[in-house]
Every structure is written in C-alpha cells, then in structure tokens.
C-alpha cells in the first residue's frame, strides 16, 4: 500500500478507511510480509491522525517501528514511519520527543541521499521544534527545507511560509512576520495541495496577521479556516467528530471564532 493509496483513504469515512486498511494488514500478515504489515500500520496511522485520533495514531506508528527494529524495511519506509510518529508526538505536545525522531528520519534520508525527503523530514523536525518552544530553530530548518523544495515542482511552499510567520511572530520579529504572512497569502489557496489540514495553515496566517495588526487580513483569513475546518467535519463520522475538534488548531479556531480571544503570543 503507498502513501498515495494512504492519501486517498482520507477522503473517505474513517470507518470504512478503517476497513481498508484493516483487510490490507490482514492481508500481509497472512502473506508473512511484515514489513508491509508495519507498512500498513503506518497508513493506518496516517488516516488516524488526519481525523483527530493521535493516540490511537501514535500507537500505530510505534507498533510499526517496533516491526522495523526487528525486519529492516526499505530507508523510505523507515522515514515514513518516523516522520508518521513525529508528527503524532508533536500534536500530543511533546516537541521534544518529536524532534528526536524527526531528527532520525532526517539523518536517515540524507545519508540515503533522497533530498525530497530530507526536506520533508527537515520540515517536520521544524514543526517539532515549534511545539517545543525553539522557534529560531524551527525557522531555520523551515527554511532549510524550503530551499531543497525549492529546485522541485512538487511542493508548494505556502503552508510552510504561514508557518514562518507564525513563529517570527511569535518570536517578535514583526518584520519578518509581515513578510512571510504574505509570501504565504498569495497562495493560501493551495495550502490543500501540502498539507492534510489547510485550516491549520489558515490559523497560522490568522495569527501572524493579527500580531502585525493587520486585523481585517487576520479575520479573513480566520474566517476561512473555520470554513475548512467545518467542510473537513463533514467528512468524519460521528463518533470522531470530538476527537477531530480536539485538534489544537480546531481550539484555537473555534475558540477565536466564538469568544475574540486568540493565543497570546500566538502558536
């Protein structure tokens, strides 16, 4: 199963993703592939985080590299599954144990010399160190991947701005803020293409706005990650529906939305 496959689960129901996806690791169990088992799990894990079940994510994702310790798998399905359990990590709140394994997916992408994904494990160590409240270096190694990017078509790099503005923001550096907001505004739009939820991009670019008091561009802009974030809950099925809202993004969405009060300074 590739990630692609893994990608078009999302935009289905979690319950019959999770028929999928639970026929296809049976499958490879009884095959006695099990790599592919863990590879599996990782999808699984993929779909899982994407509709707000991060424990249940991280589970997987662990339960797939203890596979990998014991059944080396192909290097990039070995970043993969890194980068699947730092993300499920950074979403709980622990920055730190993120970037370590953002930081080995990294070093295991590099000395394979597969400089796509090095950048995107360079980019994901970036929103670990975020979460850990080392937003200098989350800046740079957002850079650092952009700049690797940047020599490919097959990334668009807005997202990743809003995120740089966001952290320059919170950081202080109005300036820099201002400049990346929008860099990342003229092409919010594709934030779709890069990320699995473009409202959190959007809250990104809302908080970076606002702290440049650009307040009409900040409430757009809010505006349109509730928007996203609504059309994105259609899509879960009801039972998952609290889970995907505890999403620290949806919070802070609904939470703006609702009561005018924003993340001081902003995250």
Not at 31 to 45: K, R
Not at 201 to 222: K, M, N, S, T, V
Not at 224 to 238: F, N, T, V
């Amino acid at each position: 199963m590739s990630m692609s496959n893994a990608l078009n689960m999302l935009q289905i129901q979690r319950r019959e993703a999770r028929a999928h996806l639970e026929a296809a690791t049976k499958a490879y169990a009884d095959l006695g592939s099990p790599v592919y088992v863990a590879n599996s799990l990782v999808m699984t894990a993929i779909h899982l985080c994407a509709n707000g079940a991060v424990v249940e994510a991280q589970s997987f994702a662990r339960r797939a590299l203890d596979i990998y310790v014991l059944h080396t798998p192909p290097a990039r399905l070995k970043i993969t599954g890194l980068l699947t359990l730092a993300v499920t990590t950074l979403i709980r709140g622990d920055g730190v144990t993120a970037t370590q394994h953002a930081s080995e997916a990294v070093e295991v992408a590099r000395s394979m010399g597969y400089r796509l994904l090095e950048a995107a494990a360079i980019g994901n160590l970036a929103d670990a160190e975020a979460v850990a409240g080392d937003y200098s270096a989350a800046i740079g190694h957002a850079k650092e991947s952009m700049a690797i990017w940047a020599g490919s078509s097959d990334k668009d790099q807005g997202g990743t701005d809003a995120h740089v503005a966001l952290w320059s923001a919170a950081l202080g550096d109005l300036d820099e803020a201002r400049t990346y907001a929008f860099r990342a505004l003229e092409r919010h739009e594709q934030f779709g293409a890069s990320s699995l939820w473009p409202q959190e991009c959007e809250w990104c670019l809302a908080q970076a706005f606002r702290a440049c008091g650009e307040g009409q561009i900040a409430a757009d802009a809010l505006a349109r990650a509730h928007a996203l974030m609504l059309k994105a809950l259609e899509q879960i099925d009801p039972e998952d529906k609290a889970g995907f809202l505890e999403l620290p993004w949806h919070r802070g969405i609904v939470t703006a939305v609702e009561t005018d009060v924003w993340p001081d300074p902003p995250r």
